[in-house]
């Protein structure tokens, strides 16, 4: 994907479970890296899934 150098203001919702909010925010980190990132914000809202480990 390729979004040139430009600044477009995206701004992300997202909401999950942990594998969620890990995925995504990998995701966000390899715009980082290519350095053409367009996202200014991010907003993370945490599901409980309902399963309990213990």
Known sequence: M?????????RIMFAGGD????WVLGCLGE???EGTS???HVD???LYQGVLVG
């Open 19 to 22: 594998d969620t909010v890990g």
């Open 44 to 46: 993370i809202i945490t």
């Open 2 to 10: 390729n979004v040139g150098m430009q600044s477009y203001g995206l």
């Open 31 to 33: 715009f980082n890296k």
């Open 38 to 40: 367009p996202i200014t």
